[in-house]
Nanobody
Framework: QVQLVQSGGGSVQPGGSLELSCAVS????????MAWYRQAPGQERELVSGISSDGTTNYTDSVKGRFTISQDNTVKTLMLTMSRLKIEDTAVYYC???????????????WGQGTQVTVSS
């Protein structure tokens, strides 16, 4: 019953901003880590940004300084704030989370359904 439900996305002009959300539904014991991936047409899925259980974040070089990943543990929601968007940011964006159903169970990876981000003039 665990699901990652994404919202946000859409079409914007270069230089614009968008915010993506990913909410974890269903019962979980804890979130191990969460991340955003994206996949452009004809390209492999790439890691955009991740946030670990200790709050450490990382970003792929192409989005550093423009994207911000954040997590609200009280509502189990992952956010990606994207600013100064570029045409090359156009892709389907996926959230992912490694979750524990119980403290003693392993972290298992779950994926959101994906949402389209299109940056064009």
């Amino acid at each position: 019953q665990v699901q990652l439900v994404q919202s946000g996305g859409g079409s914007v002009q270069p230089g614009g901003s968008l915010e993506l959300s990913c909410a974890v539904s269903g019962y979980i014991s804890s979130i191990c880590d969460m991340a955003w991936y994206r996949q452009a047409p004809g390209q492999e899925r790439e890691l955009v940004s991740g946030i670990s259980s200790d709050g450490t974040t990382n970003y792929t070089d192409s989005v550093k300084g423009r994207f911000t990943i954040s997590q609200d543990n009280t509502v189990k929601t992952l956010m990606l704030t994207m600013s100064r968007l570029k045409i090359e940011d156009t892709a389907v964006y996926y959230c992912a989370a490694r979750l524990k159903s119980r403290r003693w169970t392993p972290c298992l990876k779950y994926w959101g359904q994906g949402t389209q981000v299109t940056v064009s003039s």
